[in-house]
C-alpha cells in the first residue's frame, strides 16, 4: 500500500518560496532600518542645535570650565557649534567687549564631540556657501554663522543664511538644514 507523501520537487518548489520571503523580507528590514537610522541622525542633529541654543541662552557654561575671573568682565561668551570634517562639534567661544576685531576666539579645549558612534554611515556635507559653524551667543541665544573654512582657532561670523546637509552614504538620501542667521531659525528642509 502506497501512503500519500509529498515529492522531492514539490519540497524543493516550497523551500525555494520560503526562501524567496525570507530574502525579501531581510531587505526590506535592513531598508527600514537605514531609514530609521537616518531619520534619528537628522533629529539628533536638530536636538543638538536647539540644546546649544538653550545652553547660550540660559548662559550655562560647561561643568569642568573654571573661568579666569580677572577676564569675565571683558568677554561675552557664546557655543559653537562646528560640522567640519564630518563631525559634530561644540565648543566655548568668547571675544572682547569693546575690541575692533569682531572675530571670536573658541577654546579647542572645551570641544565635545557629539556625533554618536552609530551614525558611520552619515555625513555632514558642506557645499558652496554652507555653514561651517554656527555661533549662539550667551544670554540670547542669537544665531551667527561661518561660511569660509577656517583654520586655528579664531573664527569671524556674520549674520548670513546658510545650508549644510545631512547625508546617509549608503542609500544617497539627503536632508538640506538652512541656517538663517538674520531671523534667528535653523529649518530642515
Not at 545650508?163 to 530642515?188: D, M, Q
Amino acid at each position: 500500500m502506497k501512503l500519500p507523501a509529498f515529492s522531492l520537487f514539490e519540497l524543493l518548489i516550497v523551500m525555494a518560496i520560503i526562501g524567496l520571503t525570507a530574502t525579501l523580507a531581510i531587505f526590506g528590514f535592513v531598508s527600514f532600518q537605514r531609514t530609521v537610522t537616518f531619520s534619528q541622525s537628522v533629529n539628533e542633529v536638530l536636538s543638538v542645535i536647539k540644546e546649544t541654543r538653550n545652553l547660550a541662552k540660559s548662559n550655562t557654561l560647561p561643568k569642568d570650565i573654571v573661568l579666569n575671573t580677572t577676564n569675565t568682565q571683558t568677554r561675552v561668551y557664546a557655543y559653537n557649534l562646528s560640522f567640519r570634517n564630518n563631525q559634530l562639534t561644540r565648543s566655548l567661544c568668547y571675544r572682547t567687549i569693546g575690541a575692533t576685531d569682531t572675530s571670536w576666539t573658541c577654546e579647542p579645549s572645551t570641544a565635545e564631540q557629539l556625533k554618536s558612534s552609530i551614525y558611520g554611515d552619515i555625513e555632514y556635507v558642506l557645499s558652496g556657501g554652507g555653514c561651517y559653524d554656527v555661533l549662539f551667543e550667551s544670554l540670547t541665544g542669537d544665531m551667527k554663522a561661518s561660511t569660509q573654512a577656517t583654520t586655528g582657532n579664531r573664527i569671524s561670523y556674520s549674520e548670513v543664511t546658510c545650508l549644510f546637509s545631512v547625508r546617509h552614504k549608503l542609500t544617497g538620501a539627503v536632508r538640506p538644514i538652512e541656517i538663517n542667521s538674520v531671523r534667528n531659525t535653523y529649518t530642515p528642509k
